[in-house]
């Protein structure tokens, strides 16, 4: 296993299109983690995810921004709409069942909308 | 809610010499204390973490933390800094006592060896 893998590593849109990323998390990994970090700031939580269930969205997560992991193993995050505004690192990680298990993190997909 | 501070945004050390890079932490229950590390272009790595027990944990690297749990602090320490130690540290937290698993992380400290 190499690890969590995200895809595509960078994208660039014009404001109002749709993104959409694709994170596929170390395999016996049963949460997944998706965090937004902008120049200069740490990671901000987004949500996450217990195999195929959400249990937790950040206030931060707008209408326009939707993820899903529908089979209990890669997840999407789709931006609808998109603004200068989600100009950002979109990181991805995931972590074993325990709880006091650290998150393994991808290298991330950089958004830039123009 | 929890919360983790790093008040130094850049912590510049010579080769060679101690190196400390400091975070402090605010929680409701019980923290769950982690490091991670960011190379340029790379994603984060973990570091160390501190669950329970000996306040010391020791993590890759060659770099510590001690829990201090009356001052909420983790500070990050390597007894002899290295060029290539120079990265971005992010100190982070998960609150034991809401239920979740929620990470949060604090906005980084910019480490920077001289040789």
């Known amino acids: 296993d190499t690890g969590v893998s995200q895809d595509p590593r960078h994208k660039i849109t014009k404001r109002g299109q749709n993104v959409t990323f694709r994170c596929d998390p170390i395999?016996?990994?049963?949460?997944l983690y998706w965090y937004r970090q902008t120049l200069g700031q740490g990671p901000e939580f987004l949500t996450y995810?217990?195999?195929?269930?959400?249990?937790?969205k950040s206030r931060l997560l707008s209408d326009r921004f939707s993820a899903e992991r529908p089979k209990g193993s890669f997840s999407t995050l789709e931006i609808q709409r998109t603004e200068q505004g989600d100009s950002a690192m979109y990181l991805c990680?995931?972590?074993?069942?325990?709880?006091?298990?650290?998150?393994?993190f991808g290298e991330g997909s950089r958004l830039t909308v123009l | 809610a929890q919360s983790v501070a790093q008040p130094e945004d850049q912590v510049n050390v010579a080769e060679g010499n101690p190196l400390t890079v400091k975070c402090t932490y605010s929680?409701?229950?019980?923290?769950?204390l982690f490091w991670y590390v960011q190379y340029p272009n790379r994603g984060l790595q973990f570091l160390l973490k501190?669950?329970?027990?000996?306040?010391l944990v020791k993590g890759s690297y060659g770099f510590e933390a001690e829990f201090n749990k009356s001052q909420t602090s983790f500070h990050l320490k390597k007894p002899s800094a290295l060029v290539s130690d120079s990265a971005l540290y992010f100190c982070?937290?998960?609150?034991?006592?809401?239920?979740?698993?929620?990470?949060?992380f604090g906005a980084g400290t910019r480490l920077f060896v001289k040789a």
């Open positions: 929680v409701s229950g019980n923290p769950y």
């Open positions: 395999s016996e990994h049963n949460r």
């Open positions: 990680a995931s972590s074993f069942q325990a709880e006091q298990g650290e998150l393994f």
């Open positions: 982070a937290v998960r609150d034991e006592g809401t239920g979740g698993f929620k990470t949060i």
């Open positions: 995810f217990q195999n195929e269930a959400q249990l937790e």
């Open positions: 501190y669950i329970t027990g000996d306040n």
